[in-house]
């Protein structure tokens, strides 16, 4: 029977422990000394371990999510040999990611694979850093036609793609993975959202080559063009802040809310500038604003859920709030939610 609601049931997070300080950024950008703070609010950025790949970013958030999900009807302590069980309870998995294991098989059959969900639908959404909403939008829509869970992992790692010598890149993006259980639910959970996408902005930021339009050659390479570029970085901004400004007061009117009606909001983690001016035009009080950017620094998609499971372990949310998420990103691409825990 197609179900009326879903619902977050768990989260997990993964990032690597080891952090880049701004003083290197800063030293192989040619930057003045407490030039990425005053400009980001970052103070390092997680950086995985070279002989890590995204799909162990995700399968390591996630199978924390599964074992949280698994956990809240039984009792018994969870192993990793133990997640096969939940096989018959996780109908699908969906990974949001900019940058799989290879261009060629998707990422997301091999996290399923390793999580012991066995041949449930898995696949990779490309989104950048809306991916987790867009995810998230789908998961919606499957817990209901379905009456199945559905896994979402947002993970990146993002070290590989930027340009260690460009300020623009080098400096925000980071490394992480964050997940979420949906679950078909008889009470509202996911409340509202709105997706929406503006590819008249698709050449702002970008990694140029590697794709069907410009495949690898000889010349990639050398000239850096496998990493990614930003060539308008101030209209990005201004979308950023635009967009997520609109479609989160959308998501609201949509449910007759106000800004006092939201208990906490969870925005994409771009740049601190790009949220205070979000928060500015949304009305909302500094107490209700999740910044984890200074510690995460920009996973991309995975700087929401991560966000969502670092301010449940500090008690910032808990269930029964009101959340409000929005996320804008390269494509150029934004969506907002509002859900309650």
Same mark, same amino acid.
């Given at each position: 029977?197609?179900?009326?609601?879903?619902?977050?049931?768990?989260?997990?997070?993964?990032?690597?422990?080891?952090?880049?300080?701004?003083?290197?950024?800063?030293?192989?950008?040619?930057?003045?000394?407490?030039?990425?703070?005053?400009?980001? *609010? %970052?103070? !390092?950025?997680?950086?995985?371990?070279?002989?890590?790949?995204? +799909?162990? /970013?995700?399968?390591?958030? $996630?199978?924390?999510?599964?074992?949280?999900?698994?956990?809240?009807?039984?009792?018994?302590?969870?192993?990793?040999?133990?997640?096969?069980?939940?096989?018959?309870?996780?109908?699908?998995?969906?990974?949001?990611?900019?940058?799989?294991?290879?261009?060629?098989?998707?990422?997301?059959?091999?996290?399923?694979?390793?999580?012991?969900?066995?041949?449930?639908?898995?696949?990779?959404?490309?989104?950048?850093?809306?991916?987790?909403?867009?995810?998230?939008?789908?998961?919606?829509?499957?817990?209901?036609?379905?009456?199945?869970?559905?896994?979402?992992?947002?993970?990146?790692?993002?070290?590989?793609?930027?340009?260690?010598?460009?300020?623009?890149?080098?400096?925000?993006?980071?490394?992480?993975?964050?997940?979420?259980?949906?679950?078909?639910?008889?009470?509202? *959970? %996911?409340? !509202?959202?709105?997706?929406?996408?503006?590819?008249?902005?698709? +050449?702002? /930021?970008?990694?140029?080559? $590697?794709?069907?339009?410009?495949?690898?050659?000889?010349?990639?390479?050398?000239?850096?063009?496998?990493?990614?570029?930003?060539?308008?970085?101030?209209?990005?901004?201004?979308?950023?802040?635009?967009?997520?400004?609109?479609?989160?007061?959308?998501?609201?009117?949509?449910?007759?809310?106000?800004?006092?009606?939201?208990?906490?909001?969870?925005?994409?983690?771009?740049?601190?500038?790009?949220?205070?001016?979000?928060?500015?035009?949304?009305?909302?009080?500094?107490?209700?604003?999740?910044?984890?950017?200074?510690?995460?620094?920009?996973?991309?998609?995975?700087?929401?859920?991560?966000?969502?499971?670092?301010?449940?372990?500090?008690?910032?949310?808990?269930?029964?709030?009101?959340?409000?998420?929005?996320?804008?990103?390269?494509?150029?691409?934004?969506?907002?939610?509002?859900?309650?825990?």
């Amino acid at each position: 029977m197609m179900q009326r609601h879903s619902r977050i049931v768990s989260t997990g997070r993964f990032v690597p422990s080891y952090r880049q300080a701004n003083s290197e950024v800063e030293s192989n950008c040619d930057l003045e000394s407490g030039w990425i703070k005053r400009r980001t *609010g %970052i103070d !390092a950025r997680p950086i995985a371990d070279s002989s890590h790949a995204v +799909s162990d /970013l995700a399968v390591a958030a $996630g199978s924390i999510a599964l074992q949280r999900f698994w956990e809240q009807d039984r009792t018994i302590e969870l192993v990793q040999s133990d997640l096969v069980e939940m096989a018959p309870e996780i109908g699908m998995l969906i990974l949001a990611t900019s940058t799989p294991d290879f261009l060629l098989p998707p990422t997301a059959p091999d996290v399923a694979s390793q999580l012991g969900l066995g041949t449930v639908p898995a696949f990779d959404i490309a989104v950048a850093c809306s991916g987790f909403l867009y995810a998230l939008q789908l998961a919606d829509h499957f817990c209901k036609a379905e009456s199945k869970s559905v896994l979402v992992i947002a993970a990146n790692v993002l070290s590989r793609r930027v340009s260690p010598t460009d300020p623009a890149s080098a400096a925000i993006f980071a490394d992480g993975a964050g997940a979420i259980v949906v679950s078909p639910s008889d009470s509202e *959970g %996911i409340m !509202a959202m709105k997706l929406e996408s503006d590819g008249t902005g698709s +050449s702002h /930021l970008k990694i140029p080559e $590697g794709g069907s339009r410009f495949p690898f050659n000889k010349e990639t390479f050398a000239k850096g063009r496998h990493l990614m570029g930003v060539e308008n970085g101030m209209a990005v901004f201004r979308y950023a802040v635009e967009s997520m400004a609109r479609l989160g007061q959308e998501v609201m009117d949509a449910e007759n809310l106000t800004s006092a009606d939201i208990d906490f909001w969870i925005p994409h983690q771009a740049n601190r500038r790009i949220i205070e001016s979000v928060q500015s035009r949304l009305g909302l009080r500094d107490g209700k604003v999740g910044i984890t950017i200074e510690k995460f620094a920009n996973s991309s998609a995975a700087t929401i859920p991560i966000a969502l499971d670092y301010f449940f372990e500090k008690g910032k949310v808990k269930r029964g709030d009101k959340v409000l998420l929005t996320a804008a990103a390269a494509g150029l691409t934004s969506g907002a939610a509002v859900i309650k825990l």
